[in-house]
C-alpha cells in the first residue's frame, strides 16, 4: 500500500505569478494566464478517505490492470455492482470486481475463463472502492515490429 500524500506546491514549476514584472512589460497573454495542472484535484475528490495502492501482479489484465498500475480508492464510497474494490479476502489485501446478485456478493478478476468466486459477507473487509488507476506506459513492449 502507499501512503496518503500530501500535495505541496513546487514553486520552480508554477508559472509565474506577474509576467510584466519578469519582463518590464505587461505581456497580451496575461489574460489568458492558466494554472498548472495538479494532479490530485483531479483524481481526489475527499481526501480524508483516499488511500492509494499499487498492483504487484497482472491478474486483473482483462480489466486492463497491469503490474505497476496504481489504484486511488477511497473508504467513505459505497460499492456497487461493478466497481472495482480494494479488500481484505483470506489473509491479504486484493482489488477485484464486485458483482451483486441479490443478496449475494462475488468477486471476479474480470478473466472470461473464471467465474467470479461466490463470497459470504463475513469473510471479507471491503476496504474501499477504486476511483481511478493510472497505468505505466513505459514497460517493456509486448509485440516488436518486423523490419524489411
Not at 512589460?25 to 475528490?45: C, H, Q, T, W
Request: hydrophobic share 35%; aromatic share 8%; with cysteine.
Amino acid at each position: 500500500m502507499l501512503k496518503h500524500r500530501i500535495h505541496i506546491p513546487n514553486e520552480e514549476l508554477e508559472p509565474l505569478s506577474d509576467p510584466g514584472k519578469a519582463s518590464g512589460f505587461v505581456s497580451p497573454a496575461e489574460d489568458y494566464m492558466a494554472g498548472r495542472l495538479n494532479i490530485l484535484e483531479r483524481l481526489v475528490k475527499d481526501p480524508v478517505n483516499t488511500y492509494y495502492a499499487e498492483a504487484t501482479t497482472d491478474e486483473l489484465m482483462a480489466l486492463g490492470i497491469s503490474k505497476g498500475t496504481l489504484f486511488v480508492y477511497d473508504t467513505s464510497i459505497k460499492a456497487k455492482h461493478g466497481s472495482l474494490v480494494v479488500v481484505w479476502y483470506r489473509g491479504e489485501w486484493k482489488v477485484r470486481q464486485v458483482y451483486l446478485l441479490g443478496k449475494q456478493l462475488f468477486l471476479g478478476t474480470g478473466k472470461a475463463d473464471e467465474e467470479p468466486e461466490l463470497v459470504q459477507q463475513d469473510e471479507l473487509l471491503i476496504r474501499g472502492v477504486v476511483t481511478w488507476s493510472c497505468r505505466p506506459h513505459q514497460n517493456k513492449p509486448q509485440c516488436y515490429v518486423r523490419s524489411r
